[in-house]
């Protein structure tokens, strides 16, 4: 009952190393915070579209790395696979990166042009599980009529506020794709990613229209529907009779969800979700440099734990000679070092916490990045501070094992 008052006497004696102490600890754990949370961010915006995507098998290119750099196969690939039991419909997807003009310019040097990601399906399937594309579908049956992704960056300007304050007598919002005209004919909502600024749906044949250039023949995703009830590794199973060699990953030569037959790669949506989150994750720097920004606030708050520990156990090194004088071990002495490093790990995490709530508010609106905090990484950083606190003060207590009563006195 006494050594964790004497532990909170000891660091409050000393406020303004407390503060210093709790504000160090603070920095720490939002620098951590931070990293993790864009890390996380990168990854959720990333999956977000492959995730509100309706089907249970999905077909790419083996040429495809992500979706921002897609190479596009034959379409009658994705009509292949109707021939298979088990199948209930497919659906077409193509993706591009079109030059959008921002409508609203006017008042600047140079008219404000971003590349922007755009979406071409065939507006009778229901595909998207994304709120707006269901209630908008019909509207893109229309020829150069798209919509907009109301949580695409404010770059490409107040569409969502200008769309939602049009009355039937005015005007609609129109602009241009990859020097092509387009209405804005609704909005739906998906996100940008760290691959794509901003969204565009639209139906299959506008986006040929948009991108001339492209076969209309050439798909970039093929997405696969199942009856009720199919079991899918055994549909799975079945696409493995599609016409073409089977090439063999040695990596994937046991993976029942992901498999290339000739010139088209077969995945689950799991595998489809993953193929993703890999090339993130393996092929890009971008995951390494978040896990080193953890590492670094993990390291830097180790150290200023540590000089506030080995400063406080200093100062105090003759009455910690004098209760090894009284009979005290050395053991209760290092729990006492240790109750120290507790209680400044938990009081340094609260402040650091609450600050990084808002500061992922203020993130996530300047980005539309999907950053907000969450409970296991809020578990994850409190465990972080402890460990870090923990390890300073067991460097820390190797002073106060020096301390002897006859050198002291």
Known sequence: MFAIPLAW????????????????IGFAVILMFLQLGFQDALFDSAVTLHQNIEGDIFLVSPQSTSLIAMKSFPERRLYQSLGFAG?????????????WKNPYWQGLPTPQTRSILVLGTNPGDTLFSVPGVEENRSKIRLTDIVLFDSASRPEFGPIPEKLQSLSPSDPPIRTEVESRQIEIGGLFRLGASFGADGNLMTSDLTFHRIFPSRDPRQIDIGVIKLEPGADLYTSLERFKNLPGERRIDPKKQDNREDF????VRVMSKAAFIAFEM??????????FIFTLGTAIGFIVGTVIVYQILYTDVADHLAEYATLKAMGYKNRYLLSVVFQEAIILSVMGYIPGYVLCIGLYHLTRNATSLPLAMTLSRGIFVLCLTILMCVISGTIAVRKVQQADPADIF
Do not use: C, H, M
Not at 11 to 23: G, P
């Open 260 to 263: 290339v037959i000739g010139d």
């Open 278 to 287: 890999n090339y993130w994750k393996d092929s890009t720097a971008i995951g």
């Open 87 to 99: 199948v209930k419909s497919i659906s077409p997807i193509y993706i591009g990166f079109g030059i």
């Open 9 to 24: 006497l000891q660091l409050k004696r000393e406020k303004i190393r407390l503060l210093v102490a709790l504000a160090g």
